[in-house]
C-alpha cells in the first residue's frame, strides 16, 4: 500500500509541476514510460530543460525533499549524474509552492528554509523564497527574451485548444 501512495504523491507533484509550466507559457513534454532520468522536458524556445520533479515536505520550518532515486530492485538511493538531468523542480502540498533547485553539487537531501532559524542563524541558509518557480520563470524569460504578450499568446491558445477538444 505504500508504494501506491507514493507513486500516487508523485504523480500529484509532476501533475502540479507540469502545470505551472504550461500556464507559464512553456511547452512541456513527459517521457514515455519509466526509463528517463527526468520527468519533464522544458521547451523554454532557446534550450530543452531536463527536469527531475520531487515531492517536499515541510519538516521545522524547512522544505526537505530528496535529491536522489531509489532503486526498485535494490532499495539504496543512486545520485544523479551530470547530464541526466538539469534541475530539480520541488512541490511541496504543505503550502503548495514549487520551488526549482539547479543541478549541481547535490546532497543526498535539499533543505530549503522557509522561516527564521531558532538561533536567527544567516549564513550558509537557503532561502525558500531564493527557489521559488516564479523566480526561475523571470530568469527563464529573461534568458530566452520571451516577451510577457508572447506568453500570454501561447496561454490563450492552449486554453482555446482545449475548448475545442472538449
Known sequence: M???QTSARGNVSELKVATAYVEAG???S????GGAPYDLIVDTGK???KVQVKTGRLRNGCVIFPMQRYSGHSGKPQSYVRGEIDLFAIYC???AKIYVWQFGDNPGQGYLRCSETRNNQQQKIRWAKDYEFE?????LREESGASRA???DLNSATVALFQTEL
Open 47 to 49: 534550450r530543452l530543460l
Open 150 to 152: 508572447r506568453t500570454d
Open 30 to 33: 513527459m517521457p514515455l514510460g
Open 93 to 95: 502540498p504543505n503550502n
Open 135 to 139: 523566480k526561475h520563470v523571470d530568469d
Open 26 to 28: 512553456f511547452a512541456v
Open 2 to 4: 505504500q508504494k501506491r
